[in-house]
């Protein structure tokens, strides 16, 4: 780098611990505060697991340790790619571990660039004393494996080293992770022959490989770097317009070398490298190398310029180098300052309401792409700095005065947790809103709206939601012979107070789910829905019809309250609009049977023989009924069923487990034919009090009910109608453009 020398002594090195947590097996990469990279093989060396064990460990708890293993923190798999022997270097042998808090402040995430041939390399044993390094050159990339070489002098490439990364002999990347040393007696390269060769990953595989176990929001959140030639760390400008264009503008900006040399010290102090002492200024090429490379660096010199620099009163002159910084993948939003202070007092705001940032995010950026830790009821500490960064990529969705930057999603969403928090924790945040919209560039007008609505949110009352809606989709098996796996697809609505209908993010996305799965989302999401306890509309299929999703297991919210199932825990219907897509004239006649919605029930007897005599009472006597209790054996209740709801019949009962008409009377403590309204909690307190069932003889009820406010298409075959935006208002005089 030049002027800027990276810090003196290891990265931090990311130890994982043996079983009594005192040595390190191997080590680690820090993909993010909350996450760790490492070998496969090196957890099951921790777990005291055969090495190139495959099974992936169920539930298991390990240790991994940060400052020379002062600071240990438990960790736990969130992705296993198991070891899969194919030559003398194994294929896979990856894990993802999932931290219980975040890595100490000091700890930076990697920084990850291709692996390619020719380049030095130098890696750390996972104990991270300084003595530990070993010097390696990767010699041959061969698809997947890259295969090194270290000198006879120095230290080698050994136990202990497995899972860490390969840094560039730049100091702020690495290419991959240590493997393995070969040399195996039996294989075909042997000791003799092999004194110092070892076996990496290179980030391209490790990359490629997550991606295919289904982690690519892992992938997404790492920091990569692109390859510079190696013959000049700083690439050739000529061949690379942005970084001509940034050197370019940075000699505009600081033509002075005394005030460049000033303001690249303080960028150096932020990022913890050193610099010269002699009074010399860096090279624009040399800044811009820092800025291309390190995470925050380019937001932390803006914050420079504006706080101590000659544009504090002049922050549209550096319109044009955040722009450029939004084509830099290490730059980021945030200051590294700017970053701190934001973490420190979200944490102040998690530790007292857990809730409230899940809260603000599903009002403040109702048509942004929430981070997984947003879609569940409480928000975990641990789960803080992932939240910001994914958030860092995001501008909202609403109006700015023209010729203005937009207003960052993190930035509209940290003025409704400050209006909600209040105090000197909503204070502070609301400052951090008003410096960092300084720094950018966004006009005070439009920030003003954002904090406007969110003091409104905060002090008026959130409409309740009465009902969750949940759609479920069959999700079928993969590959001829492929055994029947039941899974489903699950997506979630609220329904308000006065009928409005929002879409609820969850984190597990189009994923299929196994039962027990979907049963423990609805439940978060009832979690989720405030104090009250929502009844729960699932919409399936003609098939879904006969599913016993009132049994599926839901799951228990905490450690001391146990699981029961659905229909135990929320008052659970099922819904079929794919019976409107194939009656059209479904639709009118099922709001003309609901009527004013008081009860008017046809009870399904053995006078009813087969669906044309029932048909002709539900077109004659029964022209009006809102209400079938059906009896009778399975084959004729499924008939019935069909018939029923293609009539427009909006609400109807029956016992899915009954054998025939001798089993009607199992229905009778539901009171099937009483007060309407108060059916579907009739058969939650039936199915509460049914739950210890040893004898099997209780009913297993099922319920349809489809009243008029839930028959309008608003969850069908497309999209729920949300709440409308925002209607766009000026801002100021100078006009509004729509972003």
Not at 148 to 158: E, H, M, R, T, V
Not at 503 to 508: D, H, M
Request: glycine share 10%.
């Amino acid at each position: 780098m030049g002027w800027f020398k990276a810090a003196q002594g290891p990265p931090p090195v990311v130890a994982v611990l043996g079983r009594h947590g005192d040595a390190a097996v191997g080590a680690a990469a820090l993909l993010s505060p909350g996450r760790a990279l490492t070998c496969a093989h090196v957890v099951n060396e921790a777990l005291g697991r055969p090495p190139l064990s495959g099974t992936r460990p169920a539930d298991e708890v390990l240790q991994v340790g940060f400052d020379r293993r002062t600071v240990r923190i438990k960790a736990q798999i969130e992705v296993w790619v198991p070891p899969r022997r194919s030559s003398a270097a194994w294929e896979g042998d990856l894990c993802v571990l999932m931290l219980a808090e975040p890595a100490p402040a000091g700890a930076e995430p990697v920084v990850w660039t291709e692996m390619a041939e020719g380049q030095s390399l130098r890696a750390w044993h996972g104990c991270g004393e300084p003595i530990t390094f070993a010097d390696t050159v990767l010699k041959l990339l061969d698809g997947d494996v890259g295969y090194l070489d270290g000198p006879l002098s120095g230290a080698a490439i050994g136990p202990g080293f497995s899972g860490g990364p390969l840094w560039t002999d730049a100091g702020d990347s690495a290419a991959g992770l240590v493997v393995g040393q070969l040399g195996q007696p039996d294989a075909p390269a042997q000791p003799g022959r092999t004194l110092r060769r070892t076996w990496a990953l290179s980030w391209q595989a490790v990359r490629e490989q997550l991606y295919a176990a289904g982690a690519a929001a892992v992938v997404d959140d790492c920091r990569t770097l692109r390859a510079a030639p190696q013959d000049d760390p700083l690439g050739d400008p000529s061949g690379e317009p942005l970084r001509a264009e940034l050197s370019e503008l940075l000699r505009s900006l600081l033509p002075d070398p005394a005030v460049r040399a000033e303001h690249a010290r303080r960028l150096a102090t932020e990022l913890g490298l050193a610099v010269p002492t002699d009074g010399s200024a860096p090279r624009a090429e040399e800044l811009t190398a820092v800025l291309l490379t390190r995470h925050r660096a380019l937001p932390t010199l803006s914050e420079s310029l504006l706080t101590a620099g000659p544009y504090g009163a002049r922050p549209e002159r550096l319109t044009t180098l955040l722009g450029t910084g939004r084509a830099i993948e290490a730059a980021g939003l945030l200051s590294r300052g700017e970053y701190a202070f934001l973490e420190e007092h979200l944490t102040r705001v998690v530790v007292a309401d857990p809730t409230l940032p899940a809260r603000a995010a599903q009002e403040a950026l109702r048509y942004t792409p929430l981070p997984a830790a947003l879609c569940t009821a409480r928000l975990s500490v641990t789960a803080l700095g992932q939240v910001i960064a994914d958030l860092e990529e995001y501008q909202d969705g609403g109006c700015v005065p023209a010729g203005t930057p937009r207003v960052p999603a993190l930035v509209h969403l940290v003025e409704f947790v400050a209006a909600a928090a209040g105090g000197p924790v909503g204070e502070a945040l609301g400052r951090w809103s008003e410096r960092v919209c300084a720094r950018l560039g966004v006009h005070p007008a439009a920030r003003d709206q954002r904090r406007a609505d969110a003091a409104r949110w905060a002090g008026a009352r959130t409409p309740q939601v009465t009902r969750l809606l949940a759609r479920l989709t069959r999700v079928s098996p993969e590959g001829e012979g492929t055994e029947p796996a039941e899974r489903y697809r699950c997506r979630l609505w609220q329904e308000h107070e006065g009928g409005t209908v929002r879409r609820l993010e969850t984190g597990a996305g189009d994923a299929p789910l196994t039962p027990e799965q979907v049963g423990a989302l609805i439940r978060e999401g009832a979690e989720r829905s405030g104090d009250g306890q929502p009844a729960v509309a699932v919409e399936v299929d003609r098939a879904g019809l006969h599913l016993p999703v009132d049994e599926w297991d839901a799951g228990s919210p905490n450690e001391f309250v146990p699981s029961l199932p659905l229909g135990a825990s929320f008052p659970l219907t099922l819904r079929c609009p794919e019976m409107s897509r194939r009656v059209p004239r479904r639709d009118p006649e099922h709001r003309r049977r609901w009527g004013d919605g008081h009860g008017r029930p046809l009870v399904i007897d053995p006078s009813c023989a087969d669906g044309r005599q029932v048909a002709a009472l539900l077109s004659s006597t029964h022209r009006d009924a809102n209400h079938v209790v059906l009896h009778g054996p399975p084959t004729l209740r499924a008939q019935l069923l069909d018939l029923c709801l293609a009539l427009g019949v909006p609400v109807v009962l029956w016992d899915r487990e009954a054998e025939g008409h001798d089993h009607a009377d199992r229905l009778d403590p539901l009171a099937p034919t009483g007060q309407l309204y108060e059916l579907p909690f009739r058969v939650h307190r039936f199915r509460a009090s049914a739950l210890p069932d040893p004898t099997g003889l209780l009913a297993r009820p099922s319920l349809v009910w489809e009243d008029s406010a839930r028959q309008d298409g608003t969850v069908g075959d497309h999209e729920p109608t949300l709440t409308d935006p925002d209607t766009p208002r000026p801002l100021s005089d100078e006009g509004v453009r729509s972003s």
